[in-house]
T-cell receptor
Framework: SQKIEQNSEALNIQEGKTATLTCNYTNYSPAYLQWYRQDPGRGPVFLLL?????KEKRKERLKVTFDTTLKQSLFHITASQPADSATYLCAPGMDSSYKLIFGSGTRLLVRP | EPEVTQTPSHQVTQMGQEVILRCVPI?????FYWYRQILGQKVEFLVSFYNNEISEKSEIFDDQFSVERPDGSNFTLKIRSTKLEDSAMYFCATRTSGGVDTQYFGPGTRLTVL
């Protein structure tokens, strides 16, 4: 069955450093992958979408890579700030269905 | 910026009772979704809705659940006979186009079944 894996342990980093979060998937070949941010008690908020034919996508301090050979996406936040502290969810997707299937998320804590 | 809104923010109900959760989508959005998140667990897809009919549903979305767009604006999720395990945050999400597009999530309704 399809599986999405994100680090279940929280990532704890110092302000100003680069945070790197990992999303691995197995048993399917998504056409695209989306990253969302979720704060406690709130709904997910869209951050970035990357297609299978794109190696990398950037938006301000955010960068996403998508390696279809490794079946992995990396999500980077450069010059991290305490306000970046949240849970980050990845959602690989298929063109045949636009529902979002989320990973369990990785909690990021940025220390001042 | 337009937002998806949901009411109520918190609903407490007794097991076996019916609940209706309401969502007001962003005005030009055509595709509607319900997701749920049990405390400490991941966000799970329940159902998608387009052109006044269900386009896809998950195994969770059994006969106890139903969705409708009664008045062309609100999008509702009804749980006919709530169970303890229905306690969760329920998120409505909407999107605009027919292709891959961002889904915009509402703030959620916390459902507590006693």
């Amino acid at each position: 069955s399809q599986k999405i894996e994100q680090n279940s342990e929280a990532l704890n980093i110092q302000e100003g450093k680069t945070a790197t979060l990992t999303c691995n998937y197995t048993n399917y070949s998504p056409a695209y992958l989306q990253w969302y941010r979720q704060d406690p008690g709130r709904g997910p908020v869209f951050l970035l979408l990357i297609r299978e034919n794109e190696k990398e996508k950037r938006k301000e301090r955010l960068k996403v890579t998508f390696d279809t050979t490794l079946k992995q996406s990396l999500f980077h936040i450069t010059a991290s700030q305490p306000a970046d502290s949240a849970t980050y969810l990845c959602a690989p997707g298929m063109d045949s269905s636009y529902k979002l299937i989320f990973g369990s998320g990785t909690r990021l804590l940025v220390r001042p | 910026e337009p937002e998806v809104t949901q009411t109520p923010s918190h609903q407490v109900t007794q097991m076996g009772q019916e609940v209706i959760l309401r969502c007001v989508p962003i005005s030009n959005h055509l595709y509607f979704y319900w997701y749920r998140q049990i405390l400490g667990q991941k966000v799970e897809f329940l159902v998608s809705f387009y052109n006044n009919e269900i386009s896809e549903k998950s195994e969770i979305f059994d006969d106890q659940f139903s969705v409708e767009r009664p008045d062309g604006s609100n999008f509702t999720l009804k749980i006919r006979s709530t169970k303890l395990e229905d306690s969760a945050m329920y998120f409505c999400a909407t999107r605009t186009s027919g292709g891959v597009d961002t889904q915009y999530f509402g703030p959620g309704t916390r459902l507590t079944v006693l």
